[in-house]
């Protein structure tokens, strides 16, 4: 991994064609912003898991004859928030 300290308004260039330029600083984070091309795929790390463990979750549910489908599971949420239907 390489460490780098920059400053805001500093930028570093990954190969030809991304720039990555530090842009504030605030308390125990930074502000960044990223210039790659439209093609190149950026993604927050606890996003990515985040989606990849509620796949996981529902293929298990799936597999285990518990999937209810997408309306059902719908109807029965708005229920709740709606207390009990006539």
């Excluded at 930074?30 to 996003?47: M, S």
Aim: proline share 1%.
């Amino acid at each position: 991994m390489l460490v780098l300290t920059r400053k805001v308004g500093e930028r570093i260039l990954v190969g030809d064609d991304i720039v990555i330029t530090v842009l504030d600083g605030r308390g125990d984070g930074v502000r960044i912003g990223i210039d790659a091309p439209r093609g190149v795929k950026i993604q927050r790390e606890e996003v990515v898991r985040a989606v990849t463990e509620a796949n996981a979750e529902a293929a298990a549910a799936a597999s285990a004859g518990t999937d209810d489908d997408a309306a059902a599971r719908l109807r029965r949420a708005l229920g709740e928030l709606g207390g009990s239907s006539s």
